[in-house]
């Protein structure tokens, strides 16, 4: 009888589900064993915490052809138009599919979807389920995820290193060495295929959005092992990050709430961000962050304010986990406005793939965040992110 193709998956968010769920279903019974590990629960991966949705055309007044160019103008010229192309044509399919799948995207009163504005995007195009679509996402998925017989899921496994081996053929990847944080027990998992899905590294940093698991591992592995990173130069800071600098984990106020209407405003409440780009308060990441930091070094301010006032009653339906998180700390975002700087959010480059997010070792794939796909260039337009982590995947179980 012929053995099952062994594949591991290391990573235990969207990226690594969603490509775990499509090799699962092209390939049949029993001719496949599918072995995620991640080193804590799919709850505190950075998917997860995903607030503002998915970028995908919605609308029949826009196209992809817009999002592609809305992509590549934020990209700053560091874009692959294939991969653009092929992700920005495939996003209403992957919305469709997970609609059907139980995704609880928000719909309005005829049950249509409805998109928010995010920056750098010229029609608005985040399909969301409120202000915590990741979870959405990651609910659905892991739901499926479990109910597969043929996809085992470890949640206390740490990768440490890709095992490698030489032969007539090359060099390929043969598996990942893991150590269950529980036990302490080291293991030699050895696999057909390994796909790093390992998210990204925020945690390098002083402030970052990203969850403690964030630490850049995946893309640590493959460079220990030889393989070819790219853009590493190239992280993205989210304009608002609320201001407390307690924390090193700080929690992010969504650029969605500059698309519903929120303002940047420097000390003296003047509005911070009119004049510097047309686009103003939702002019791409890096300008917005840019232009932050620098009245914070020219005025040695800590912060800057971002304005959700005029939203009014609003603000608490359609941002509930940011008002509740904002009251946590004594601020009332209907009433006043934010402390916001900016914090390190995603890592634009990374492990270099192709199309299907095949590396440059045999054997070895990275997706989402972890892995350079060309999708981002420079920097990457709000909401691309859960995009990616949903449509690469694909081609690369194909
Ligand atoms: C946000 O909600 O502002 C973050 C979305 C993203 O990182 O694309």
Known sequence: ????????????????????????????????????????????????????????????????????????????????????????????????????????????????????????????????????????????????????????????????????????RGRRCQGVIAIDIQTGVVHELYADVVVLATGGAGQIYRYTTNPVGATGSGVAMALRAGVPLRDMAFVQFHPTALYDPQRKQTFLISEAVRGAGAVLLRPDGTRLMEGLHPMADLAPRNVVARAIHSVMRELHVPHVW?????????????????????????IDPVKEPIPVMPAAHYLCGGIRTEAQGRTALDGLYALGECASSGLHGADRLASNSLLEALVIPRHAAA
């Open 1 to 168: 009888m012929k053995r099952p193709l062994k594949v591991i998956v290391v990573g235990g968010g969207v990226a690594g589900m969603s490509f775990a769920l499509r090799l699962n279903n092209l390939i049949g019974q029993g001719e496949v064993d599918i072995r995620m590990i991640s080193k804590a629960p799919v709850e505190t991966s950075n998917s997860h915490a995903a607030q503002g949705g998915v970028a995908a055309v919605i609308h029949a007044n826009d196209s992809w052809e817009q999002h592609r160019d809305d992509t590549l103008a934020v990209g700053a010229g560091r874009c692959d138009v294939e991969v653009v192309e092929r992700v920005v044509r495939e996003g209403p399919g992957c919305i469709q599919e997970l609609f059907k799948q139980g995704a609880r995207f928000d719909t309005d009163a005829q049950g249509r979807l409805v998109a928010a504005f995010e920056g750098g995007h010229q029609a608005p195009r985040v399909v969301h389920h409120s202000d915590h679509t990741g979870a959405e996402l990651v609910r659905v998925l892991q739901q499926q995820v479990r109910g597969s017989a043929h996809i085992t899921i470890t949640e206390t496994l740490s990768a440490l290193e890709l095992l490698t081996m030489d032969d007539q």
């Open 306 to 330: 971002l304005d959700a006032t005029p939203l009014g009653e609003r603000f608490m339906h359609e941002f509930p986990m940011i008002m509740a998180h904002c009251k946590t700390v004594g």
